[in-house]
């Protein structure tokens, strides 16, 4: 197989979508999860894995997201689940348990 030659690679060069924050989402906008995927995050002393979605609004605009631990406990599975999930984001919350914590806040719904 030749090495392709520099014009070739970047014409072909895929266009990597960014993983976003998911306090950079838009708030207030309904989403279609489309899939769920992890990433191992080893470090030297705990390895962790950090879950993201690629999600779409009614317009079109897709965006790659970061998940908030709870929503990740929710679309775990999402692969397996027959059902497609729509959330929306609601902005950063105070915790009614501990006000010296905040969390974002979304809603789920699956049709």
């Known amino acids: ?17 960014p993983i976003i924050k998911w306090r950079e989402l838009p708030e207030s906008v309904i989403y279609h999860v489309k ?18 979605a690629e999600v779409q609004d009614r317009t079109g605009n897709s965006y790659k997201t970061w998940l908030p631990a709870r929503l ?15 959330v929306r984001p609601n902005g950063l919350k105070q915790s009614q348990k501990n006000h010296e914590t905040q969390f974002y806040d979304y809603d789920i719904i699956w049709r």
């Open 72 to 86: 990740c406990v929710e679309l775990k599975d999402y692969a397996w689940n027959s059902r497609e999930a729509f």
């Open 1 to 17: 197989m030749a090495f392709p030659t520099v014009e070739e690679f970047e014409q072909n060069i895929e266009q990597i979508t």
């Open 35 to 52: 899939s769920v995927g992890e990433i191992d995050t080893p470090s030297k002393f705990v390895s962790t894995t950090a879950m993201f």
